[in-house]
């Protein structure tokens, strides 16, 4: 890695951090320069400015999951499996990375369509059709689209209840565990398309 890539590494990690924390509007370039005890004309001489920045940064972040993810999809060829190797690595990404986990929910939910489009077509679409055409590959009449959706929506869901599960009637701290998360969910994929494909 060369100085320059090294120093644009340092700076969206920085970043990263930063707006994981505090969101996009309340964080400034100057904040992200004191961060890495740089210049503000530091920071822009690598990102032309705060919308460049935050792009950047959410592909640092949201596509770090993806070279072990593809490493399994390529030894795994049977849809199931596919879907199985999806679920337990989001689950244990939403779980055990808080920056990833805080940014995916924070850019969901100031719902910036120019950043949400940028991010889709430069980090998500891929997986995304991966999953989808196992899904379809499994038969049935379901849509593979919103199938693939559910099974985003309920791992997102499962993270955002973590911290309050135990406090919920006949709830335990096992229920916040990602293998124990990750399993749940594929049982319930697995019989939803089950049910699919007994329905045609």
């Known amino acids: ?30 904040d992200v320069a004191a961060e890495v005890s740089m210049t503000p004309a530091n920071i822009y001489y690598h990102f032309k400015d705060k919308d460049a920045l935050i792009r950047e940064t959410l592909v640092h972040v949201l596509s770090a999951p993806a ?13 199931l499996e596919v879907i199985d190797a999806f679920i337990d690595s989001f689950v244990h990404t939403m779980f055990e990375d808080r920056i990833f986990s805080k940014l995916v929910l924070r850019e969901l939910l100031d719902g910036d369509v120019d950043r949400l489009k940028y991010v889709a077509e430069t980090v998500v679409n891929h997986p995304f059709s991966v999953v989808a055409r196992a899904v379809a ?30 406090y919920a009637p006949g709830g335990t701290p096992e229920h916040a565990d990602p293998r124990v998360v990750s399993r749940h969910i594929s049982t319930l994929v697995r019989s939803a398309l089950k049910a699919w494909g007994s329905a045609d």
């Open 67 to 79: 070279p072990s993810l593809e490493t399994i999809l390529a030894t795994t060829q049977a849809p």
């Open 137 to 166: 590959d499994c038969g049935g009449g379901g849509d593979p689209v919103l199938m693939t959706v559910s099974i985003i929506g309920m791992i997102i869901g499962h993270f955002q209840m973590a911290a309050m599960i135990c």
């Open 1 to 30: 890695m060369n100085d320059n890539s090294s120093t644009r590494t340092l700076i969206l990690s920085a970043a990263a951090r930063l707006f994981a924390a505090d969101g996009y509007d309340a964080v400034s370039m100057r």
